[in-house]
């Protein structure tokens, strides 16, 4: 079973910087998809940046420029640096991981997640 542990998360006031990491347990290949979701409240769950199986990344435009989604197969930890935040990027961000390599945004595609880590930016 695919175990994801998300950490780093905090208060920081705007143009500040926080990175997230997202320790994973229980892969039995690299063959995952994974990715970094927010959601606000009263909002719904959106996806902000994604790795593929071979290392290709992307980011929501709202976050590109300002946030990098990386990973350390050594450690099997995922990253998302955020810098510049915006009082709009508060929110509880989960790392989250799908079997396969097929590119998606949508929630409903992964089944693994990580409990979340709530990220506050002040103004």
């Known amino acids: 079973q695919v175990q994801l542990v998300e950490s780093g998360g905090g208060s920081v006031q705007a143009g500040g910087s926080l990175r997230l990491s997202c320790a994973v347990s229980?892969?039995?290949?690299?063959?995952?998809?994974r990715g970094w979701f927010r959601q606000a409240p009263g909002k719904e769950r959106e996806g902000v940046a994604f790795?593929?199986?071979?290392?290709?990344?992307g980011v929501i435009n709202s976050v590109k420029g300002r946030f990098t989604i990386s990973q350390d197969n050594a450690k099997n930890t995922l990253y998302l640096q955020m810098d510049r935040l915006t009082p709009e990027d508060t929110a509880m961000y989960y790392c989250?991981?799908?079997?396969?390599?097929?590119?998606?945004?949508?929630?409903?595609?992964?089944?693994?997640w990580g409990q979340g880590t709530q990220v506050t930016v002040s103004s």
């Open positions: 790795i593929g199986c071979a290392g290709g990344t």
């Open positions: 229980g892969y039995t290949s690299r063959k995952y998809y």
């Open positions: 989250a991981a799908r079997l396969g390599c097929e590119g998606t945004s949508s929630p409903r595609d992964f089944a693994f």
